[in-house]
């Protein structure tokens, strides 16, 4: 059976824990960040838990991920 290709784009952006959760990181915080409230930049410093739906796709396009 041939291999599956990794997307590189996802590989990119994720990374997967080592209990198998998919751990991503938060949008907007790549420009126009004046209009923003000094809180919201803090709390968009910390990565976030994919939705389990969500990890599932992602997984998906990650095949050798372990």
Known sequence: M??????KGVK???K??????VVA????RRH????KRAKTKRQLRRQR???PADARKVLALI????
């Open 63 to 66: 095949p050798y991920h372990a």
């Open 16 to 21: 997967v824990t080592g209990r198998g959760r």
């Open 2 to 7: 041939p291999k599956i290709k990794t997307v």
């Open 32 to 35: 126009l960040l004046g209009g």
């Open 49 to 51: 838990l994919l939705a």
């Open 25 to 28: 990181f938060r949008s907007g």
């Open 12 to 14: 990119a952006r994720v």
